[in-house]
Structure formats: C-alpha cells, structure tokens
C-alpha cells in the first residue's frame, strides 16, 4: 500500500534533504545521561520492552517522527507517513566500560562520531529519519546515556531538546504506574502501528515571508547563486577554513571531539558571563576564535611556518580573518512564536566575517563586539529580515530535478576554500530540567548532563561546536571533516586549547579589566 502524502517538503527543510543527496552533511545528536533507579536492561531487546511505551505516546504527540521522504531525489520532494514503525530497528546498545569524567568523554566521542559517520538511507521508505543510541556507564547498572539521532529536515536541537526531555518524562510516568507496561506484538517484533492522521508541524516558510528583498535580491543573492565562483571569491576577504579545501572527491567523514565541564567549571564561566554583562556564548565565541589562531594561525610573522608531523602548515598574509557562524533559533524571534516541543527545523543563522585576532585584541573588547551584533541580529526588524532571508533565497534555486544538488556541490568552488565559515557555534543554552509534575518525591529517572552534537559538512565550517548545559553542567562537542585537517590531532589540540582559554579567562582572570590575545596566548 502506497505511504500518504502529509505535505510537500518546503525550502528550508528540502536544503536538508538536499545536503543528504550529496553527502555533505548527515545528522544531528542530542541526548542526556540518565540516573535510573532500577537495574538498567542488559539487551537491545529489554531496552526496546522498557522503550516502547514512552515512544508510542511520542510518536502521537508528533507525527513527523513516522515520516519519510518521498521523490527525495526530485524537484519536489514530500514528507510521506509510515504505516508502522519497528521500535527494536531504531535502537543501538553499545557495549562499553569505563570509569571516569576523562574515559566518558572518550567515549561519548567516540560513540557520537559513529553515529554521524552513519547517514540516513532517504530511498528507505520503512524506517524513519530518526534512531537511538544507549550507552552505559561505568560498572555500575544505574547510569547510561540516551542520545537522539535525527535528520535535520524533521528537527531542530531546542525540538529534541524538549523531545529527550518528554521520553525522560515518559519514563517516569511509566515507572510511577500502576498498570502494567504493554508488551510487544511477539517477542521477536517490536512494531507500533501509527494510528495518527495529525498533520505535521507547518515549515517557517508557511507562517512568515520569507523572501528575499530587493536590496538581498540585488547583492547577497546575485553573489551568492549567480556570480561565477573566482569573482566572488576575488569580491570576499581571504578567511581561514581549514588545513585542506573542501572536495567532493573524498569521503564526508566527521570526527569528535568532546569535552565537559565540571558543575563548578561551568558556575565560573556563567558568573563571569553576568558579571561582563555578556552571554556564555559570547565567552565561548573569543575562546574558540582565540583558539583557532593560536593552534591554527599562530606566528608573528607572515611568513612563519610550523612544522606538525610530515605536514608543514604556513600563516598566509591573505589568510588573516576568520568568518564565525552563530545559529539563531526562530521559534520565539516570530510574531507568533513556535513552542520548543514543535519538531521541525527552525534555525537560520548569522554570519560574522572579517574577524581579525591581532597580538593586542583584548578578550573581552571582542566578547562585546560580538554580543552586540547578535543582539543587533535578533532584536530589530533589520536583523530578523536577514535571518529569514538568509535561507528565503532559497526559493530562488531550481524547480528542475538536480537543480538544488547542483547548487550544493557548487559551494565547493564557491566559497573560500570551499567552506562558507571557519567556525559554527551552536548553543542550546541550559535544559532539561526535573519535570515539576513529579516533585522530589520517589524513585525517577534524573537528568545528569548534556549532549549535543553535529556531523561535519563538507562545505559548512572547517569547525562545527556544539554545546548545551543541563543540571549545572556545560557539555560542547566538536566536529570536523577528517578531510580538512593534517590528523585528528589538529582537531583534539584545538578542543584542548579552546577549553584552556576558557578556564583560564573564567577562573584566572575574571576580574580583570581587559586580557590581550598575547596574554592568553604568549609566543613559545
């Protein structure tokens, strides 16, 4: 029987899809670990048993988990419902041991970069665009991570955000019941039937204008989809994006990186936040820059060059500036704001080019610098209209059947060194906290701390961070295209530098009126 129809697949959602057909980008991760107050399953089997419950009543709270896409390859693409879903498909148990703040993050990297390292087969029309990953904890039997890998064309990370924290829910009203959990079909079969006709979440393209301006039409457009890629490239300053350029000749492999602070690491990082009268994300956007020129750019003089391993790295004079990529959620930037439960893709983002990290730039003058622009990105008319138009332009690519892949590959050519950004830095904020309907009584499941992570893409950022903090505790994952860098160490080596610079500032130097890049990062 043919799958129904639910509705086409609009622009912001077929860029997704469309990414996909090029395998330039995979996936997304989001998850918590988990305290339990029974004795964990030891079997992908009893971890489906104790799942299927709380992932039935989710899948009728939102339809789009039981879709697919059909005619994904086609012009117009469509989001088609399953008839069923085969719940003991779409879970993965890793088998692992380890003790340990240092080994859990080891692993949860390890376990992150499979899971992006596996794209979602868009020609299956059986199984949706979603799976879970359990990971245990240590030896005990009481810790274990839930991560929630999806397809960027159904959701968003504030969506799974409030997805994870509803099955943790889920959870709790299933240990609290009284009646008995419902078994599977057979102990072999593990389908839920998808009784539900609700209509899917409406796109953003749907609930505002998006279309691009005559003045975006005239310039931002005209540059980005119809100048050929050497005159756009000679218009832009020079940035760095990576070790190696972008290519379409090697495999979209990411790797992770991993890192968690501590609840009093964290504490610190917001305190200092509060008291600059700045954002964590802002802290974490100097950090992150600062880090990128001392392990990537650093040097002097125009001509140093640095020797790591076989490879020789050199800082060119036309590579001095980076371009920095901050998400923005639209959910509540709208009239009429979307709820962070809707699942679906409402992201668009602001591009900050032109970053120069000199000697003398001061940590904290470029905080500011950067909170304002992002104030100034997502408070005013102005800075919403770029944000919907970033992606409304969209609309103009191709009606044609391999119109928008044609596009996608193109940005290999395109853009500098074939990457639209240096660094992309994704903030959920803080989360999943106890669900209130519980109270402090009994025996629940609680919420440890956080995950969130992103695949590489091939011609997104040479650097793709992620972070979110639950229960005090900030966790950020870092991805990159195996490709774009001389080892994984170059990747491991930013992350650990990345996470000096931040203690440094946060626990060190938090009262100090201005710190210069040199005094964080004094020449060897």
């Not at 005239?218 to 994006?241: D, M, N």
């Not at 140093?304 to 001095?320: C, L, N, P």
């Not at 730039?361 to 944000?387: C, H, I, N």
């Not at 966790?475 to 650990?496: D, L, P």
């Amino acid at each position: 029987m043919a799958l129904q129809v639910v509705r086409p697949v609009d622009n912001l959602e077929r860029y997704n899809v469309t990414r996909s057909n090029v395998n330039i980008y995979n996936n997304v991760s989001v998850g918590v670990s988990i305290h339990s107050p029974v004795t964990l399953p030891s079997h992908q089997h009893d971890w489906a048993q104790l799942l299927l419950k709380p992932i039935t009543t989710l899948l009728d709270r939102h339809p789009i988990l039981a879709t697919v896409i059909g005619d994904h390859l086609t012009g117009h693409p469509v989001f088609l419902r399953l008839q069923s879903i085969d719940l003991l498909s779409l879970i993965e148990v890793y088998s692992t041991s380890f003790d340990g703040d240092e080994d859990d993050a080891t692993t949860i990297a390890q376990v992150l970069e499979d899971e992006h390292n596996k794209p979602f087969d868009l020609a299956d029309q059986a199984t949706p665009l979603w799976r879970l990953a359990i990971v245990p904890i240590g030896q005990g039997q009481d810790l274990f991570h839930l991560i929630y890998i999806f397809h960027h064309a159904i959701g968003d990370g504030r969506s799974a955000m409030a997805l994870t924290e509803q099955l943790v829910e889920q959870l709790n009203f299933q240990l609290q019941s009284t009646s008995p959990s419902p078994s599977a079909s057979s102990t072999s079969s593990f389908k839920i039937p998808i009784v539900s006709d609700k209509p899917i979440p409406a796109s953003i393209e749907s609930r505002i204008n998006c279309y691009p301006s005559m003045r975006s039409l005239l310039w931002e457009v005209s540059r980005a989809i119809f100048l050929p890629g050497f005159i756009k490239k000679a218009l832009e300053t020079k940035y760095w994006a990576g070790e190696i350029d972008s290519s379409l000749e090697v495999p979209n492999q990411t790797e992770v990186g991993f890192l968690r602070l501590t609840q009093s690491e964290t504490r610190a990082v917001v305190r200092v936040a509060k008291a600059r009268a700045t954002t964590v994300q802002a802290i974490l956007y100097t950090a992150s820059i600062f880090a990128v020129r001392a392990v990537f750019m650093s040097g002097s003089t125009r001509d140093e060059k640095e020797k790591e391993g076989s490879a020789v790295m050199e800082r060119k004079s036309d590579e001095e500036t980076l371009v920095f990529a901050t998400p923005c959620s639209l959910r509540n930037l709208i009239p009429n704001r979307i709820g962070a439960d809707e699942q679906g893709n409402y992201v668009s983002e602001i591009l900050h080019d032109n970053i120069r990290v000199k000697d003398e730039s001061g940590f904290w003058a470029m905080t500011d610098a950067y909170r304002k622009e992002v104030v100034a990105g997502t408070t005013t008319p102005r800075g919403l209209q770029d944000l919907l138009e970033h992606f409304g332009a969209l609309a103009l690519l191709s009606k044609k059947d391999g119109g928008w892949e044609n596009f996608m590959t193109s940005k290999v050519t395109k853009d500098q060194h074939g990457r639209k950004a240096s660094v992309k830095l994704s903030n959920l904020g803080r989360g999943w906290d106890t669900p209130s309907s519980f109270g402090a009584a009994g025996a629940l499941y609680t919420i440890q701390d956080a995950v969130f992570s992103q695949s590489s893409g091939v011609t997104a950022s040479a650097l793709t961070m992620s972070a979110a903090t639950a229960n005090g505790s900030l966790s950020i994952s870092t991805t990159w295209q195996k490709a774009a860098f001389h080892g994984r160490a170059r990747g491991e080596t930013f992350v650990a530098e990345f996470k000096r610079i931040l203690l440094l500032v946060a626990l060190q130097h938090a009262d100090t009126p201005e710190i210069t890049y040199l005094d964080i990062c004094p020449r060897q």
